[in-house]
């Protein structure tokens, strides 16, 4: 069974809205959790690190102010996508180390996020 | 991270093997052979991964070149449900803390 989930999985939303997306550990805890942003026919891209207790580390090029992480508690992670345009339209995956290695990562189903 | 190298795609017949091939010419000594695939529409999933030695497991089988500047993941009978993108990614020791470095893969095409 899924050890990573999403909430929601799609989701709809007009241009200068805001969308939080959730991303929970199943059954382990998640000090460390990746959000990754993929768009059509591409591969999936490192947009931040989410670290439980303090702040996210982004990627490169990667805005912290439009995409806020917050990691409130060892399960959970959540991605909000400020003043959403449409060119934010993409599919959001987290992902977080398979305990106690932490080499094998879980990912999330994914989040469709489309902007009208 | 060291860079990997795959076919853009590949087609393969229905309960069939099937090798996919990754080049990591640059791979240094600490680093790891792992593989992921990703299905339509869905968040990638763990396959496999390797140092120096061959690794079996459930879902497929990992060869390693001698020199380590290749891989191959082995699919030993390919399923309609094996119709993915795979990553072949390099994680050096250590780095299981760090985010995941995604090259364009291959795509899998099995026909029925």
């Known amino acids: 069974g899924a050890v990573v989930s999403q909430h929601p999985s799609r989701v709809i939303c007009k241009s200068g809205t805001s969308v939080k997306i959730e991303c929970r550990s199943l059954?382990?805890?998640?000090?460390?959790m990746f959000w990754y942003r993929q768009f059509p026919k591409k591969s999936l891209m490192l947009m931040a690190t989410?670290?439980?207790?303090?702040?996210?580390?982004?990627e490169q090029g990667v805005e912290k102010d439009k995409f806020l992480i917050n990691h409130a508690s060892l399960t959970l992670s959540t991605l909000t996508v400020t003043s959403a345009h449409p060119e934010d339209s993409s599919f959001y995956i987290c992902?977080?180390?398979?305990?106690?290695?932490?080499?094998?990562?879980?990912f999330g189903p994914g989040t469709r996020l489309t902007v009208t | 991270d060291a860079k990997t190298t795959q076919p853009n795609s590949m087609e393969s017949n229905e309960e069939e093997p099937v090798h996919l091939p990754c080049n990591h010419s640059?791979?240094?000594?600490?680093?790891?052979i792992h593989w992921y695939r990703q299905l339509p529409s869905q968040g990638p999933e763990y396959v496999i991964h390797?140092?120096?030695s061959n690794v079996n497991n459930r879902m497929a089988s990992l060869a390693i070149a001698e020199d380590r500047k290749s891989s191959t993941l082995i699919l030993h009978r390919a399923t309609l449900r094996d119709a993915a993108v795979y990553y072949c990614?390099?994680?050096?020791?250590?780095?299981?803390?760090?985010?995941?470095?995604f090259g364009k893969g291959t795509h899998l095409i099995i026909q029925p």
């Open positions: 992902s977080a180390p398979r305990p106690p290695s932490g080499y094998e990562q879980y």
């Open positions: 059954d382990f805890q998640a000090t460390t």
């Open positions: 989410s670290n439980e207790g303090s702040k996210a580390t982004y």
């Open positions: 640059t791979i240094s000594g600490t680093d790891y």
């Open positions: 390797g140092l120096t």
């Open positions: 990614i390099l994680i050096p020791s250590g780095g299981g803390a760090d985010g995941l470095t």
